[in-house]
C-alpha cells in the first residue's frame, strides 16, 4: 500500500466517512505520524525478537566516490583516499538486534561490514586486511579494498521511508521527474498497520490537545479496536 493509502484510511476514520476540504488534519502532519508510528511499531517487534518480514525492508542506491579516509590527510596522497558515499546514509531504526543492514554490489555479491576493531587496524595499523568490507563514519559510507565500484546497495530498516524513493529515484539519470512522497509504497508489516492507525489517531488527538467525551457516545474520533 502506499503512504497515501495509508493516509486517506486515517482521514476516513476521523471522519467516519469520505473527508470534506476542510479537514482539520494537513495530510503532512499525518504522514509524519505515520512514519513515527511505523518506526515505532517496527522497533518494539524487533526487540520482541519476532520476525520482520521483507515488507518492512527498503534498498537504497549509493553513488560511491573517492575521497578522505580520515581529517588527517592534507593532500591528495594515496593512502588516504578510499571509496565514500555521495551522500550521507539514511537513519537506520534501532533495534536490539541492530540494523539489519546489508551491503551488496550491484549484482548482489554481499560487502562484511567491518567491526570498529578491524576499521582500525586497517587504517592505522601495519595488520592490513586485504579483503573488501564497509564501515559507517560520520555518516557516510566507507568501502575498503575495492575501488572498482561505483556504486553499492544498501538494504535495511529505513526511519523515513518516503526518503529512501526519493534517493532512489533521483540517482537514476534516466528519470526526468520523481513522485511525490505520498505515492510511494509504504513499507511495513501487515500485522502493524492496525496498530498504526491506532497510534497515528492517538497522536493527531494529542497534537490538538482535545479532550475526550466520556459520556458522549458519539466521540470525535473512535480509536480502532487492538
Not at 488534519?25 to 520482541?48: G, M, P
Not at 573517492?66 to 571509496?83: M, Q, R, T, V, W
Not at 493527531?204 to 458519539?218: A, F, G, I
Request: glycine letters at 4%.
Amino acid at each position: 500500500m502506499r503512504l497515501l493509502d495509508h493516509l486517506y484510511a486515517v482521514k476516513n476514520i476521523i471522519s467516519a466517512g469520505p473527508s470534506s476540504d476542510d479537514f482539520s488534519y494537513s495530510n503532512a502532519l499525518i504522514a509524519h505520524f505515520l512514519e513515527v508510528t511505523r518506526a515505532l511499531l517496527t522497533e518494539q517487534k524487533a526487540d520482541k525478537y519476532r520476525f520482520i518480514s521483507e515488507q518492512s525492508f527498503q534498498s537504497v542506491c549509493l553513488p560511491l566516490e573517492f575521497a578522505n579516509s580520515h581529517n588527517c590527510c592534507e593532500g591528495p596522497s594515496d593512502p588516504c583516499k578510499i571509496l565514500r558515499s555521495t551522500i550521507k546514509i539514511p537513519k537506520f531504526l534501532n533495534t536490539r538486534w541492530g540494523s539489519f543492514t546489508k551491503v551488496t554490489d550491484l549484482r548482489g555479491t554481499v560487502i562484511p561490514e567491518l567491526t570498529r576493531t578491524q576499521n582500525r587496524l586497517s587504517k592505522y595499523s601495519r595488520q592490513q586486511n586485504t579483503s573488501a568490507g564497509w564501515y559507517i563514519q560520520d555518516g557516510y559510507i566507507y568501502i575498503l579494498n575495492n575501488s572498482d565500484l561505483e556504486m553499492v546497495l544498501v538494504h535495511g530498516l529505513f526511519d523515513k521511508p518516503s526518503e529512501i524513493e526519493q534517493l532512489n529515484c533521483k540517482s537514476n539519470t534516466t528519470s526526468s521527474t520523481c513522485p511525490d512522497a505520498f505515492s510511494t509504497e509504504f513499507p511495513i508489516d501487515p500485522d502493524l498497520i492496525v496498530p498504526m492507525y491506532n497510534l497515528t489517531l492517538e497522536y493527531l488527538l494529542k497534537s490538538r490537545s482535545l479532550p475526550r467525551d466520556e459520556e458522549n457516545d458519539s466521540r470525535d474520533i473512535q480509536i480502532l479496536s487492538k
